[in-house]
């Protein structure tokens, strides 16, 4: 939640909180979060992908009961809707890339499973839901190596697309580093990429990639991207894009069931495109609303 919050999640409650009252707002609403894409370029087993799945879902429910009481269709007890009302959002618009075989399966059933709770959850609430079986297409989860796939070939950018990449990348430091890491970063950065920790790549490529579109991203990362020469290296390069911090997460301690994080202390780093808008730092209890974040 402390990377979907900020991320598109809060803007959207937000937005449904405006639209109260108003079936119209409640209807454009709807119609925004079934466009939504999502897309974890280091997926795993799906995790992010699944929360955000999850949570979209949710309020759709939310939003659709709202509507339901505006438009006298909710009764007392269970809500009658008629056949009009089943889920919009698609796991089609969920989209990964995880090198991975074995966890890039995991991810594609994890999103039928995921599907199939909210279809179970959308039932109870409205005594009608669209069938998980037989099962339709799930999440675009790609078999391969984010550095080196174009990223629109996996995750296509529409004229009206509002895209939110996310995730928690690998990092590694260079004395950790592979040599297909390094040829990796290598290809990402063509030059200056010795010294940079692995996860630059992502940073790197998510700046490109939400670059003058409606999109944003934000990553769990090492807190070393924003210490020493890798500010130079890695920033400049990102905010040399039009590209700007549009919230970070100080230092914590964050653990999870995914591999290689138990409890390292991160970052949460968000990038958009450059903006007018109010910035946020998140400490562990405080929300601090700023102009401007620097990398450091
Ligand atoms: C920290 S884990 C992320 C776990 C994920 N959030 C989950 O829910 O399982 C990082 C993931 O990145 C994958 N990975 C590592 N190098 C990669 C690369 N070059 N391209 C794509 N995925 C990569 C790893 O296999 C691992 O699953």
Redesign the pocket.
């Known amino acids: 939640m402390k990377v979907i919050e900020p991320l598109f999640l809060t803007e959207l409650y937000e937005e449904f909180f405006v639209a109260n009252g108003n079936v119209k707002k409640l209807n454009e609403l709807l119609n925004r979060i079934s466009k939504i894409k999502i897309f974890?370029?280091?997926?795993?087993?799906?995790?992010?992908l699944i929360i955000a799945y999850k949570e979209l879902r949710k309020l759709e429910i939310l939003i659709l009961k709202e509507k339901a009481k505006l438009t006298g269709k909710a009764g007392s007890g269970s809500l009658n809707f008629g056949g009009d009302y089943i889920s919009q959002i698609s796991l089609t618009n969920f989209y990964g890339?995880?090198?991975?075989d074995f966890?890039h399966e995991i991810a594609q059933l994890s999103l039928w499973l995921a599907e199939h709770q909210m279809n179970v959850e959308f039932f109870k609430e409205f005594g009608q839901t669209s069938p998980t079986l037989p099962l339709k297409e799930s999440g675009n989860i790609v078999q391969?190596?984010?550095?080196r796939i174009d990223w629109e070939t996996v995750c296509p950018k529409n004229p009206d697309s509002e895209i939110y990449i996310l995730?928690?990348?690998?990092y590694l430091g260079s004395r950790r580093q592979t040599d297909i890491?390094k040829e990796?970063l290598k290809i990402v950065f063509g030059s200056d990429f010795k010294s940079l920790d692995y996860i630059s790549a992502w940073f790197f490529k998510s700046a490109k990639f939400i670059k003058g579109i409606i999109a944003s991203s934000a990553f769990v990362s090492t807190n070393s991207v924003s210490q020493g020469e890798q500010v130079s290296l890695t920033w400049k390069r990102i905010l040399n894009e039009g590209i700007e911090i549009g919230f970070a997460h100080k230092d914590f301690k964050w653990s999870n069931n995914?591999?290689?994080?138990a409890g390292v202390t991160v970052a949460i780093i968000g990038l958009q495109n450059e903006s007018q808008k109010l910035k946020y730092i998140f400490t562990e209890d405080l929300k601090i609303t700023t102009s401007k974040i620097s990398p450091i």
């Open positions: 974890d370029p280091a997926c795993g087993s799906g995790n992010f890339i995880e090198l991975d966890a391969g190596n984010a550095c995730g928690n990348p690998p890491q990796d995914a591999k290689q994080n």
